[in-house]
Each structure stands twice: as C-alpha cells, then as structure tokens.
C-alpha cells in the first residue's frame, strides 16, 4: 500500500495489481484480463491488520470486507475502475521517485519519463 508500493509495481492507472493463480503459481495480469463481470475488490486496503482486529476474526468474510469498503473515499478502492484515474486523486498522487541529485527514477520514452503504466518495464 501507499506510494512505495505504487512505485515498485510501476504506478498502474487504474492503479490495481492483478494476479491470476495458473498451473500451481501467481502469476500478474495487465486489467484487462480480469473478467468484466468482476466489479469489487475483494480484499481490505488501508491497514487490514487493523480492520481484521476490529471484526474480532482471523477470516473475513466477503459481506465484512463490502461494509469496510464502503467507507472508504478513494473510488478506485470502492469500485474496481476500468478506466484512467487523473492526477490529484487517489494513489496516482504519489510522486515519481527521484535520486538524491532530483533525477526522476522512470523509465523514458523521447526523453520524457512515463508517468503510468510502466509495470512491464518494472521487475517483478
């Protein structure tokens, strides 16, 4: 979670990891192979141990998880987003990292660092 995070997985817009579990391993998709009909998130975002603490249980359950989410702000944590979330809201307001001389640490393309959707190029 947060910036760091964003940052090692190459800062996807919408900004979401996906994982599919194929022949015995995890393997990332990019969005777009996530069924259509998969509309929610599934999983707890900011501070799970602590939300999990709450509940009073070490397993939650799928109707736990739809009132946590339910709360939260951000609509790329309500709703899984399909479509470019723009500057200013959510995680794609972490900034590029950059070396101590202020050098961004991006990939570039004709000299202009990629802002999103870099995860490709970033190691696994």
Not at 57 to 63: D, N, Y
Not at 69 to 96: D, F, N, W
Request: glycine residues 6%; charged residues 25%.
């Amino acid at each position: 979670m947060g910036c760091l995070s964003y940052n090692k997985w190459g800062r996807p817009n919408p900004p979401y990891v996906i994982s599919r579990y194929h022949d015995k391993e995890w393997r990332r998709i990019p969005l777009h192979e996530l069924p259509a009909e998969i509309t929610t998130p599934n999983m707890i975002f900011s501070m799970p141990d602590i939300e999990v603490k709450k509940l009073g249980t070490r397993f939650v359950s799928a109707e736990a998880i739809k009132r946590v989410i339910a709360g939260y702000q951000q609509p790329e944590y309500k709703t899984i987003l399909r479509e470019m979330v723009r500057h200013g809201t959510g995680t794609t307001s972490c900034l590029i990292p950059t070396t101590a001389a202020g050098k961004r640490i991006a990939p570039e393309v004709d000299g202009k660092p990629l802002e999103y959707n870099w995860w490709p190029l970033a190691p696994e």
